[in-house]
């Protein structure tokens, strides 16, 4: 079995502002433009059976505007006609209305159980667009923005079972053979989940090869997989040349064995299909956990073999398989654990190497355990949430403190690295460059810190880009925020609340006028700005996008230009 790489995120420092003395609020006037839509947003709302949390991220905080980041402002939105409608941006003083671009063969409104439908540019020249019922279309769209050579021809249609939406896709060549792959989202019925919320999360994994028939381009399904987790990912992307795959998400995704597996597994015996007791149970805190396994009767110490190293446990009696082997979540001091044999129980005693951060799972990949939070754990998420029910909402807390990210292989479907990422909580993502990964944003203390992941660099897959100044404190204060986002050049982030405001955070640039901190008697060198924008409409907002020079808002009936920078 392959080795799981525990890998650590690295900082770097000459990214960092420790002096950085906050933002000043802007009274600079933005120019805004409003574009009044021919046809509303084919916004879909949450169903009577869409009720949990799962469902809300992955469906009820959609963004509906769709940005190509292979061209400069170029935006996309799909409207209640089934109509595919873009508007490319030159110049702001001679904005035209949105255009017709492509329109769905289907009938949206016939379907009742259908999502919100979802674009993804794989390319400069190939496109992914689910209706929001269940069928993906691939489109070879030619050079887009330019009408003269742009034309979007289907060249792959077929329905794929429950509706879903399209998280990422990639296009990429190997072999001389083109392929695209696509990441499709479901937040499906669990019924054997008695306990949790009745649902699970399944992202399926769908590659479409070219197959050349008789000098005719064709595109059929190559492979087909799915990961199931029990939470929506904050991210998950396709690596760029399709050999993996890397998620950033509150609890663990593992992939699903294929149907032939299943079915030799069923036919060995019925057993594997029912539910079984865990093997262990484990516990955690700040700086250690313990691990209980009921023994059969009898044992003595001497019928036991326990062995631990700094990232790995295995534990067996004597003669048998072993009950307890694996990768370990993160690392430990092995030289410090200990185990005793108690009313006919192993305990064992492990001692974390990091003290703090809280382990989202105990043994990498392994389905046998039962985490048990203990009394003081559930009086301190019960205080926690508390707070989300008080008059005044204690804003700069969040829960999800054992979010962990993965990269998973494409051929041999195992983790090959994960990252712990702790109380580093999951922000934005943004796409600097189309040829690479999206980015990620992660909160870091105060700050938010923007991550590129580097398929090709195994040694360092994640490279610290750019920062945000404060910017995870400030966004913890925006109790109505629904997006948050940041150009390709991240020369400022912006977060829109869920009505009408937009705040916008500059990174700092150098004073043309000399300034004097009061306090220290110093001259301050650069400053941040705030500024902020209010839009003249009363509906929600549905999409937020960010360009170099530009914040696109998209509601029901309105698309808004903010301008942000002008064209260096």
Not at 180 to 190: I, M, N, P, Q, Y
Not at 231 to 257: N, T
Not at 423 to 428: A, C, D, E, K
Not at 490 to 505: G, T
């Amino acid at each position: 079995m392959e080795a799981v790489a525990n890998c650590s995120l690295r900082v770097k420092r000459q990214l960092l502002d420790p002096k950085f003395e906050g933002y000043k609020l802007s009274l600079e006037p933005l120019a805004c433009y409003q574009l009044g839509l021919d046809s509303a947003v084919a916004e879909v709302k949450l169903r009577d059976d869409q009720y949990t949390l799962d469902h809300m991220r992955a469906f009820g905080m959609y963004n509906y505007l769709h940005l190509d980041s292979w061209y400069q402002d170029n935006v996309y939105y799909v409207d209640q006609l089934g109509r595919v409608m873009n508007l490319s941006v030159t110049l702001d003083t001679a904005l035209r209305k949105p255009r017709e671009i492509f329109r769905l063969p289907s009938d949206l409104t016939a379907c009742d159980n259908r999502l919100c439908a979802s674009i993804h540019f794989s390319s400069s020249t190939w496109v992914t667009i689910s209706d929001g019922t269940g069928s993906l279309y691939l489109i070879k769209t030619g050079k887009r923005g330019d009408a003269a050579s742009e034309k979007w021809e289907i060249m792959f249609n077929e329905e794929l079972g429950s509706p879903f939406v399209i998280a990422h896709s990639v296009s990429f060549v190997k072999s001389d053979v083109h392929s695209v792959a696509g990441l499709l989202l479901r937040v499906e019925k669990d019924e054997l989940d008695a306990k949790g919320s009745g649902f699970h999360v399944s992202l399926e994994w769908v590659t479409i090869t070219e197959v050349d028939k008789e000098d005719n381009q064709r595109y059929e399904i190559f492979k087909r997989r799915i990961l199931q987790g029990k939470s929506v990912p904050h991210y998950a992307a396709i690596e760029p040349d399709g050999d993996g795959l890397m998620i950033v998400s509150y609890k663990p995704f593992r992939f699903m064995q294929d149907e032939e597996n299943q079915l030799e597994k069923k036919e060995d015996g019925k057993i594997a299909d029912k539910k079984r007791d865990p093997v262990y149970y484990w516990q955690q805190s700040e700086d250690d956990l313990t691990v209980t396994i009921h023994l059969p009767q009898d044992i003595t110490k001497d019928d036991i073999q326990v062995q631990f190293s700094p990232d790995h446990i295995f534990v067996a009696l004597k003669s048998q398989p072993p009950l307890v082997e694996g990768k370990l979540c993160s690392s430990i001091d092995h030289e410090s654990c200990t185990w005793i044999i108690r009313d006919n129980s192993l305990e064992i005693s492990l001692i974390k190497k990091d003290e703090g951060p809280m382990w989202p799972e105990l043994i990498v990949g392994d389905a046998q355990g039962e985490f048990i939070m203990d009394s003081s754990q559930c009086s301190a998420v019960a205080e926690r949430l508390m707070h989300l029910t008080s008059e005044e909402m204690e804003c700069d807390i969040f829960l999800e403190d054992s979010t962990s990210l993965c990269r998973f292989d494409g051929n041999t479907l195992k983790i090959t690295h994960v990252v712990n990422l702790g109380s580093n909580q999951y922000l934005f993502s943004a796409v600097v460059d189309p040829k690479e990964m999206p980015c990620f944003c992660l909160r870091h203390d105060i700050d938010a810190i923007l991550w590129q992941p580097r398929s090709d660099q195994p040694d360092n897959m994640w490279e610290h880009i750019a920062t945000f100044n404060a910017l995870g404190y400030v966004q913890a204060s925006k109790q109505d925020k629904k997006f948050t986002a940041c150009p390709p050049n991240y020369s400022y982030a912006a977060i829109c609340e869920c009505l009408r405001r937009v705040f916008i955070y500059r990174q700092p640039t150098p004073l043309s006028t000399v300034l004097y901190n009061r306090k220290e008697g110093r001259q301050v060198g650069q400053v941040a700005k705030q500024l902020v924008a209010t839009l003249e409409a009363s509906d929600p907002i549905l999409g937020f996008q960010a360009t170099n020079e530009r914040l696109f808002v998209l509601t029901t009936k309105s698309l808004f230009l903010i301008k942000v920078n002008t064209e260096n």
